[in-house]
């Protein structure tokens, strides 16, 4: 069972020389075997190991004994133990989610906070092929897709690891038994009380008896042969997201391009995106992908709104994803510019520059969106930054006529969230430069002009 361990663990590349690995220690069968393997192998692997224990107050004194036996357990070991007591039941009762909901996430909390204070570089969990097994069941009955059946991954962000993976309950049973471990036994675990335990208890057994008995085995093959299939599919399509997708600092944009790729890429485009924007995908279920397939074929304009306040917008056949802000309002601050100064708005972030030049070879003849240049004769008042109010017009260059400027911003196909925040460089309240987009033909240069402005906006130096 070590060579299998070991095994799993080179193939993984779990560890590195050096790593500090705290292991998740409850006390059971599992990680009891994980933590008596890794200390064997640890001069092997040149690791070094600490143990976590969370005591869940789940089952009073039961949870008592299984907190000082696995400090009695590392203690022999001569491996740190660092312990934490929490009231599981009353964080699920305050969340509104389950107790084993919560109990994960308080683990892997504690897991991570331990990390950080010890400077470690990897967590080892102790799921084993069993579990593999069930998960996979699991998700079938609830429905998934190809990233459901692949089930628990060996390494995950790598950081947390599961060296026993491929190892079987039984193999881990006769592993504490044969070295007289004497592991503690959460007796919930044998009752049919959770969806996973009905699995373990009845499910499985039943197959074994009824169908194939080493249908724990078939699974975890089958699971690992659809991981390979999978990587090779998500590899692809971060490849497509990176080439049709934005990424800006509060939302993605998916760009119309992406949608004519294969469905199997459109979607994990989707997802990549989702997960970028909200950090997560829980609460994200096929439909929504569905919903953002369906919005992107409408008419421009439309928005729907998914969980977590993901706003989705159609711009243009782009699609905008963003979290959804309360309102979006006008800003009406307004920021006086001086010539021949470079003006720095703070709370912008943004230095803006303005020189008057008396000769045309000030003119720089590559384009840049940042800089613009204008007959400073027909500027007749202040000059300043400030954003769109209702009413505003403005002439474009190359055009006579006044035009809205919010049919304009339609024209450029400029997002609606994006609008109130296009800052604007007005002479007296005449809009002169839409920066990033357009400038005015009442301030352009021409065989007249004697005196330039040249106006510069740059970020934060």
């Avoid at 074994?208 to 999978?230: A, G, H, P, Y």
């Avoid at 500027?379 to 954003?387: S, T």
């Avoid at 920066?435 to 240069?445: C, E, N």
Wanted: proline share 2%; aromatic share 8%; charged share 35%.
């Amino acid at each position: 069972m070590i060579e299998k361990i070991m095994d799993t663990i080179k193939q993984n590349k779990m560890f590195k020389q050096g790593d500090k690995v705290i292991v998740g220690v409850s006390g059971g069968p599992d990680s009891i075997c994980l933590l008596h393997v890794l200390y064997t192998l640890k001069e092997e692997l040149r690791i070094t190991l600490a143990a976590a224990h969370i005591n869940h107050c789940l089952r009073g004194e039961e949870a008592n004994k299984d907190e000082e036996y696995v400090k009695e357990f590392c203690n022999k070991l001569g491996i740190e133990c660092f312990v934490k007591k929490v009231d599981v039941h009353k964080i699920s009762k305050e969340k509104g989610i389950s107790c084993e909901m919560a109990g994960r996430e308080v683990r892997y909390e504690f897991f991570e906070e331990i990390l950080k204070n010890i400077k470690g570089e990897k967590i080892a969990i102790a799921h084993n092929a069993n579990d593999q097994a069930e998960t996979v069941l699991m998700r079938i009955m609830r429905g998934t897709g190809l990233e459901g059946l692949v089930g628990i991954k060996a390494v995950r962000d790598e950081i947390y690891v599961r060296p026993i993976l491929n190892v079987s309950r039984k193999e881990i049973e006769d592993y504490c038994e044969v070295n007289k471990l004497n592991p503690r036994i959460d007796k919930t675990n044998l009752e049919n009380i959770f969806t996973r335990n009905k699995i373990r208890l009845e499910l499985i057994p039943y197959i074994q008896q009824n169908f194939n008995k080493d249908i724990i085995e078939v699974l975890n093959r089958m699971s690992d042969t659809i991981r390979i299939d999978n990587e090779y599919i998500n590899k692809v399509s971060i490849e497509v997201y990176r080439k049709y997708c934005k990424k800006l600092k509060n939302k993605v944009i998916i760009y119309k391009e992406a949608f004519q790729e294969n469905e199997a890429i459109v979607t994990r485009i989707i997802r990549i995106a989702l997960n970028e924007v909200k950090g997560d995908l829980r609460n994200f279920e096929k439909v929504h992908i569905c919903d953002i397939i369906d919005i992107q074929k409408k008419s421009t304009g439309k928005v729907i709104t998914l969980p977590n306040s993901i706003e989705v917008l159609n711009n243009y056949g782009d699609i905008s994803l963003h979290i959804k802000k309360e309102v979006n309002l006008i800003n009406d601050r307004e920021y006086p510019l001086e010539i021949n100064k470079k003006n720095y708005l703070e709370d912008l972030a943004l230095n803006v520059s303005l020189k008057v030049y008396t000769n045309k070879k000030c003119l720089d003849s590559k384009k840049n969106n940042l800089i613009k240049y204008f007959d400073y004769d027909k500027i007749d008042g202040d000059i300043k930054l400030r954003y769109r109010k209702n009413g505003d017009k403005f002439t474009p260059l190359g055009m006579k006529g006044n035009k809205k400027l919010k049919d304009l911003f339609m024209d450029l196909k400029i997002p609606k969230d994006e609008r109130n925040n296009i800052p604007l460089i007005c002479f007296k309240e005449e809009i002169a430069w839409i920066v990033d987009y357009r400038v005015s033909d009442k301030f352009k240069i021409d065989e007249n002009t004697k005196n330039i402005l040249q106006i510069k906006i740059e970020g934060e130096e």
